[in-house]
C-alpha cells in the first residue's frame, strides 16, 4: 500500500513569507508526527496529533508554526513570517496509535528561506 | 526527560568488515529504542527496534542491536559491510507505554556510515 507522503518535496521562500506543507499519512494511522531535521543533525519532535486533537505541540519553537489536522487524517504544518533559520527538513510520520506501533516516515519537504 | 548519544558522527569501514555503531541513550522510565537508516534525499527507515523481551534484537539487512540496560546503550553491528550500507543512521528512543506523548521519538545526532571497496 502507499507509504505517508509529503508535499511538496521542496520550498524554496523568501524570508517573511508563508509556507504550507502537506503530509499525507497511511490510511487508517491513528497517531501523526511532525518533525524537523536541521542540516547535518537528527530530528526533532514538532508536534503530535492524535485523530484531529492536537494532543503534543510543545516542540513547535515558536508561534509563528502552527499545525492542524482537521479530518483526523492529512495534516498541514504551517510557518508564518519564515526565517532563515526555519530552513530544514520537514518530517511527517504516522503510525497506528498503540505503544507498539512503528512509525513510517515520509520523505521530508525541504524548507530553504532565502 | 530523554536523550541519546551517538559516538562518532562519520564511521568509515572497508566492504566486508564488522560495522559498530554506538548508541547510549538515557531515560527515565524503560525505554523503547530503535534504529532508522536514512538514504540520501529519503525518509527514515526502520532498521529494527527493542520494547521488551529479547535484549538481542535482529533487523533487516543483517543488523542487530543488543539492548545493555547497565550500560544504557543499544549498539548497532553488522559482521560484514556492504556498499549499499553506506548512509546516515539515526538511534532513537521514546517512553514506550509509559510515555503520554504518543510515543514521540528522541534521536540522535545521527552517525554517517562510509563503506570503502
Known amino acids: 500500500g502507499a507509504g505517508v507522503s509529503q508535499s511538496p518535496r521542496y520550498k524554496v521562500a523568501k524570508r517573511g513569507q508563508d509556507v504550507a506543507l502537506r503530509c499525507d499519512p497511511i490510511?487508517?494511522?491513528?497517531?501523526l508526527f511532525w518533525y524537523q531535521q536541521a542540516l547535518g543533525q537528527g530530528p526533532e519532535f514538532l508536534t503530535y496529533f492524535q485523530n484531529e486533537a492536537q494532543l503534543d505541540k510543545s516542540g513547535l519553537p515558536s508561534d509563528r508554526f502552527f499545525a492542524e489536522r482537521p479530518e483526523g487524517s492529512v495534516s498541514t504544518l504551517k510557518i508564518q513570517r519564515t526565517q532563515q533559520e526555519d530552513s530544514a527538513v520537514y518530517l511527517c510520520?504516522?503510525?497506528?496509535?498503540?505503544?507498539?506501533?512503528?512509525?513510517?516516515f515520509g520523505p521530508g519537504t525541504r524548507l530553504t528561506v532565502t | 526527560a530523554q536523550s541519546v548519544t551517538q559516538l562518532g558522527s562519520h564511521v568509515s569501514v572497508s566492504e566486508g568488515a564488522l560495522v559498530l555503531l554506538r548508541c547510549n541513550y538515557s531515560?527515565?522510565?524503560?525505554?523503547?529504542l530503535f534504529w532508522y537508516v536514512q538514504y540520501p534525499n529519503q525518509g527514515l527507515q526502520l532498521l529494527l527496534k527493542?520494547?521488551?523481551?529479547?535484549?538481542l534484537v535482529k533487523g533487516i539487512n543483517g543488523f542487530e542491536a543488543e539492548f545493555k540496560k547497565s550500560e544504557t546503550s543499544f549498539h548497532l553491528t553488522k559482521p560484514s559491510a556492504h556498499m549499499s550500507d553506506a548512509a546516515e543512521y539515526f538511534c532513537a528512543v521514546s517512553g514506550g507505554r509509559n510515555n503520554n506523548a504518543g510515543n514521540m521519538l528522541t534521536f540522535g545526532g545521527g552517525t554517517r556510515l562510509m563503506v570503502k571497496p
Open positions: 490510511s487508517g494511522h491513528v497517531s
Open positions: 527493542y520494547t521488551t523481551g529479547a535484549t
Open positions: 531515560s527515565s522510565v524503560p525505554p523503547y
Open positions: 510520520a504516522s503510525t497506528t496509535g498503540t505503544h507498539l506501533g512503528e512509525q513510517y
